[in-house]
């Protein structure tokens, strides 16, 4: 015998809303936050993968700096890399210096002279994190490179570099001698002094200038002290 439409109707009604449930009255529902803090909550243990290899090779890097802070801003750069614990992304972090020796005053000393003023050199694999790192770091400018994108320096100009940073180690400091064959000097002090003539050879490794001098009507080659002479 077919079901009566009436009792069905009932049925259903029953069915879909359960005896303890009440009926939606279409208010929203009031969410718990879910930025809200819990009393009893406990830090995550988070996976440290800090003895993972780091993907990628090592690049030296030009980064453009304030000119004068170079030594604190690298300083500065090594601390951070350290506290972030992000040591085994990075190599050497230098400042290209070369020892020259000087005389002032009369007096011999030596000094350390920068080689590119207003920039640092880093040994690093480049992703996201470090970039970041380092463009972070006060006092850094930015990466040298084209279109916004760090490049690193070319094998043969890191070797060079390298090199010469070697060579200098071993070597005697070499002087500072603002003179270049041709310029015109006078002489202050000495047998000749308020003679003038012309560079013809400069011994960087002794300190010395051969200046040609007119000495009675021909032209002699005398050797002197560098900071016993001036540009004229």
């Given at each position: 015998m077919p079901a009566?439409?009436?009792d069905l109707a009932a049925s259903t009604d029953i069915a879909a809303t359960p005896a303890d449930e009440d009926e939606d009255d279409g208010t929203p529902a009031e969410l718990d936050d879910p930025f809200a803090g819990d009393e009893d909550a406990k830090p995550i243990d988070m996976v440290d993968d800090e003895d993972a290899a780091p993907v990628g090779d090592r690049h030296w890097y030009i980064l453009k700096v304030q000119s004068n802070r170079e030594d604190s801003i690298r300083e500065t750069l090594q601390r951070r890399i350290s506290m972030q614990g992000l040591d085994r992304f990075f190599g050497e972090v230098i400042v290209p210096k070369?020892?020259?020796t000087e005389f002032k005053?009369?007096?011999k000393r030596v000094v350390s002279?920068?080689?590119?003023?207003?920039?640092?050199?880093v040994n690093m694999i480049l992703n996201d994190e470090t970039w970041y790192l380092v463009r972070?770091?006060?006092g850094?400018?930015?990466f040298t490179g084209s279109a916004g994108r760090p490049s690193p320096m070319l094998p043969q100009d890191v070797a060079k570099l390298l090199n010469k940073s070697e060579e200098?180690?071993?070597e005697s400091p070499r002087l500072k001698i603002n003179f270049k064959k041709g310029d015109r000097v006078k002489?202050?002090?000495?047998?000749?002094?308020?003679f003038e003539g012309e560079v013809e050879a400069i011994d960087e490794a002794n300190g010395r200038v051969t200046v040609m001098l007119s000495i009675f009507g021909r032209s002699t080659p005398v050797d002197i002290e560098y900071w016993q002479i001036e540009s004229v």
């Amino acid at each position: 015998m077919p079901a009566d439409h009436g009792d069905l109707a009932a049925s259903t009604d029953i069915a879909a809303t359960p005896a303890d449930e009440d009926e939606d009255d279409g208010t929203p529902a009031e969410l718990d936050d879910p930025f809200a803090g819990d009393e009893d909550a406990k830090p995550i243990d988070m996976v440290d993968d800090e003895d993972a290899a780091p993907v990628g090779d090592r690049h030296w890097y030009i980064l453009k700096v304030q000119s004068n802070r170079e030594d604190s801003i690298r300083e500065t750069l090594q601390r951070r890399i350290s506290m972030q614990g992000l040591d085994r992304f990075f190599g050497e972090v230098i400042v290209p210096k070369e020892q020259v020796t000087e005389f002032k005053s009369g007096k011999k000393r030596v000094v350390s002279r920068k080689l590119y003023p207003g920039y640092i050199l880093v040994n690093m694999i480049l992703n996201d994190e470090t970039w970041y790192l380092v463009r972070e770091t006060g006092g850094i400018g930015d990466f040298t490179g084209s279109a916004g994108r760090p490049s690193p320096m070319l094998p043969q100009d890191v070797a060079k570099l390298l090199n010469k940073s070697e060579e200098k180690t071993d070597e005697s400091p070499r002087l500072k001698i603002n003179f270049k064959k041709g310029d015109r000097v006078k002489i202050n002090e000495g047998t000749f002094e308020n003679f003038e003539g012309e560079v013809e050879a400069i011994d960087e490794a002794n300190g010395r200038v051969t200046v040609m001098l007119s000495i009675f009507g021909r032209s002699t080659p005398v050797d002197i002290e560098y900071w016993q002479i001036e540009s004229v």
